[in-house]
Structures are given as C-alpha cells and as structure tokens.
C-alpha cells in the first residue's frame, strides 16, 4: 500500500520530519497544554479536616467527582464529607509539585484518602468513581447483570468523552482556526454517541437499568450538558433537542438535590451564586457561595 499521506496536506504546509513544540499554536488552551510532564514549580497543596481531599477544577471531569460525593453525603454516608480545593488550570495550578505528585498526569480531579494507611491517591475521574462506590458500597449495582451493565456505560464514557471534548469541542469552540473538515469529523461522531445514547435510553430509565449509578455521574456531566445546550454554545448546530429521551434523562439527573450542590463546587466561572469555589462544609452551599462572599468583602 502507498502512503500519500503528506501528498494530502494543504497548500503551504508540509510537517516537519521532527515535530517542535510550538506554544502558540494552541489556541484557547496553548499555556496549559505542553509535550512533557512533570511539575513546573514548587507547590505544596493545602490540607483540610477531613479524610477526603478533593483538588480540581467544576469541568465536566470535576463535576463527576463532586456529584457523587454529594450524593453520597445525600444518602447519609457521612465517611464522605471531603475537603474541595480549587486547581484552576488556566493559571497552571496543575503542574504544581503536590498536585504532581497525586496525579502525575496533571489533569483534574484529582483525590487522596487520608482514611487508609498510607493515605491512597486517586486521579483519573472513573477511577475515582469507582474508588468511592466501593469504599462505600453505594451507587454501583449489586446484581450481577446490572453491575456489568454500569461498568459497561462508565468505562463508554471514558472512551467517548475524548471525541466530544478533545474532539468536537476544540474544533469547533477553541481551535484558533476553524477546520470545516475537523468539525465535520467529530460532530458527526458526537452525534453518533447521541444517538446511541438516545436509543438505550428510550428503554430505560437510567443507565444501568432502573437503578441511578456511577454510569450515569460519569455521562451526565458531558452528554448531559450537551443535550441541554450547555456546552459549547452547539445545541442548535448539533440540534440536541432531536435527542429526546437523552434530554429527558438530563433533566431529571439535574433535578436531583445533591447534583444542584455538586454542580458548583470548584466552579470559578459564570453567575457567583453558582461558584463553591472551595467546600468544607455542607454550610458552604448557603453562606461561601462567591455572591456571598463578594458581598461580604464589600461591607467589610
């Protein structure tokens, strides 16, 4: 077979034999994104009163994690009570040594369990997903069928997401330059796990049958947002109404208490009764909400 492949790169561009990191040409995010790891300054992370110290950011892959430990807060699990300290990854928070050193991948959330001796690190948000519905055996079905049926959808959505976000979303909302042919890939893709989110959906109630799961935590802050046209400012261009039964799901997950509080933790962005940006204290919901705080500040 013939590989033409640089036969077919636009007029004027030709790569280069060896690839050379170039920080501006990334876009929204060039100061964030970086060919190496590791840490790029000399930062120790907070520590709070409780076994559970939470550091990210209310992205979709944030949201996940703090949705479900307000869940788990929900149905009395009071183990789950967690400190949440905000990594903001546009100023690089991530590539500080301490939160290298929980997740040396640098990408939020990231977790530690100071229950357990030594304390367990947690990063990547399925793992931490799964990490908490075992340690607190919530949240993860029980039936054997039911229970496979979950890790199915969850670990979907870890394959999935990179299309949508890393995908569509870059192409479409934050790539200096719009690439008809990029968007066309990956919309077509996006719209393609619509559909088939849309189909499973029409024949049940949540993802893993009847029963709310980690499976859903894990989907509803991407797809969920999407289908409520939250996300990218692309629900007229991917019409994400025609998706009914997955619209319906989205809107009864975000009805649900614990997912409204969950919502706005580490959330640094938007109307500020809506940003938790860090939570102690279930209080924290009603008296640190940044319209709180930014008012107080004003009468001190």
Not at 96 to 110: M, Q
Request: hydrophobic share 40%.
């Amino acid at each position: 077979m013939t590989d033409n492949t640089k036969d077919n790169f636009p007029a004027g561009y030709k790569p280069a034999d060896v690839w050379v990191w170039d920080k501006a040409s990334g876009g929204k995010f060039a100061n964030i994104n970086r060919p190496i790891s590791g840490p790029t300054s000399e930062v120790e992370l907070p520590r709070g009163k409780h076994d559970l110290q939470l550091h990210s950011l209310a992205t979709p892959n944030g949201v996940k994690v703090t949705v479900m430990l307000e869940e788990l807060l929900e149905a009395g699990h009071a183990g789950a009570e967690y400190d949440a300290y905000l990594i903001n990854i546009g100023d690089g928070d991530q590539f500080g040594s301490g939160f290298v050193d929980i997740n040396p991948n640098s990408k939020i959330p990231a977790m530690m369990d100071h229950s357990t001796t030594p304390p367990t690190r947690l990063f990547e948000s399925g793992s931490i997903l799964l990490y908490l519905a075992q340690k607190f055996g919530a949240f993860i079905p029980q039936d054997h069928h039911a229970k496979t049926e979950c890790m199915n959808w969850l670990f979907w959505q870890m394959g999935s997401a990179p299309y949508l976000g890393g995908g569509f979303g870059h192409f479409y909302a934050y790539a200096p330059m719009k690439i008809e042919y990029c968007i066309d890939r990956f919309a077509m893709e996006v719209k393609r796990q619509l559909d088939v989110l849309d189909k499973h959906l029409a024949k049940t109630d949540y993802m893993a049958g009847d029963e709310y799961s980690i499976a859903d935590m894990a989907i509803w802050p991407w797809y969920g947002a999407l289908a409520q046209g939250k996300l990218y400012s692309a629900g007229e261009f991917l019409d994400v109404a025609s998706y009914k039964h997955v619209v319906a799901w989205a809107d009864k997950i975000a009805a649900r208490p614990a997912v409204k509080r969950g919502v706005k933790v580490n959330r640094a962005w938007g109307e500020e009764s809506m940003q938790l940006r860090e939570r102690h204290d279930a209080s924290d919901f009603e008296l640190r909400t940044q319209d709180k705080l930014e008012a107080a500040a004003k009468d001190a």
